[in-house]
């Protein structure tokens, strides 16, 4: 029987550290786009107390030019041509219109969401973002559906990874007659048991 030589360990923790800490700095240190709007819409994270470079400035200049975009092509085209037609007095019609100019300018201002949100404060960590969403959509309702759009990107893979571990619990060797559509309704059910009672009491 060979013996290998004892190796020599000293340092080598720190070493490791070391290894990682340069391997995580050099993958993680320019965030892409998707992640900095993600963070500036999550209501814990907006203001990017941890951050540096001007990213929080970058992440909400690149969320206001979605807002503008989708709020652009969200919008009602108005019948004021409709109501200049029907009016009698021309000039009741031209300080209507010149009034009306300057109360629109005013109200875009004023009605800017982007603005607005960053004013409001931050919410606690262990918060969902996804709950504060949805009780501000009426306060913000042109980044409520950003928000639903980006918030709803995974960070992570575990999520998944459990669903398929969950499917390999239904599905065995001794139940390989189940129907797909029975399988999608189990796991259904197993993944959101925690929203309902799936055994309520009996009265």
Same mark, same amino acid.
């Given at each position: 029987?060979?013996?290998?030589?004892?190796?020599?360990?000293?340092?080598?923790?720190? /070493?490791?550290?070391?290894?990682?800490?340069?391997?995580? $700095?050099?993958?993680?240190?320019?965030?892409?786009?998707?992640?900095?709007?993600?963070?500036?819409?999550?209501?814990?994270?907006?203001?990017?107390?941890?951050?540096?470079?001007?990213? #929080?400035?970058?992440? =909400?200049?690149?969320?206001?030019?979605?807002?503008?975009?989708?709020?652009?092509?969200? #919008?009602?085209?108005? $019948?004021?041509?409709?109501? #200049?037609?029907?009016?009698?007095?021309?000039? %009741? $019609?031209?300080?209507?219109?010149?009034?009306? %100019?300057?109360?629109?300018?005013?109200?875009?201002? =004023?009605?800017?969401?982007?603005? *607005?949100?960053?004013?409001?404060? $931050?919410? /606690?960590?262990?918060?969902?973002?996804?709950?504060?969403?949805?009780?501000?959509?009426?306060?913000?309702?042109?980044?409520? =559906?950003?928000?639903?759009?980006?918030?709803?990107?995974?960070?992570?893979?575990?999520?998944?990874? *459990?669903?398929?571990?969950?499917?390999?619990?239904?599905?065995?060797?001794?139940?390989?007659?189940?129907?797909?559509?029975?399988?999608?309704?189990?796991?259904?059910?197993?993944?959101?048991?925690?929203?309902?009672?799936?055994?309520?009491?009996?009265?």
């Amino acid at each position: 029987m060979e013996y290998l030589p004892s190796v020599n360990t000293t340092g080598m923790l720190e /070493r490791v550290r070391a290894a990682i800490y340069l391997s995580l $700095d050099e993958l993680w240190s320019v965030l892409s786009d998707n992640a900095l709007i993600a963070t500036f819409l999550d209501p814990r994270f907006k203001h990017f107390n941890w951050a540096f470079n001007g990213e #929080r400035e970058k992440a =909400q200049e690149l969320v206001k030019a979605l807002y503008v975009e989708l709020k652009e092509n969200l #919008r009602i085209p108005d $019948d004021i041509e409709d109501r #200049r037609n029907t009016e009698d007095n021309d000039e %009741d $019609d031209f300080f209507r219109d010149l009034e009306g %100019d300057y109360m629109q300018t005013n109200t875009e201002e =004023q009605e800017d969401e982007v603005t *607005r949100y960053v004013k409001t404060k $931050d919410i /606690r960590v262990k918060d969902d973002p996804l709950i504060w969403w949805l009780n501000n959509r009426d306060n913000f309702p042109t980044l409520t =559906q950003l928000a639903r759009k980006y918030l709803s990107i995974p960070a992570t893979s575990v999520p998944s990874e *459990r669903l398929f571990s969950d499917a390999g619990h239904h599905i065995s060797a001794k139940r390989t007659h189940l129907a797909p559509d029975l399988v999608n309704k189990m796991l259904f059910l197993k993944r959101n048991n925690a929203h309902f009672e799936m055994f309520p009491p009996q009265e």
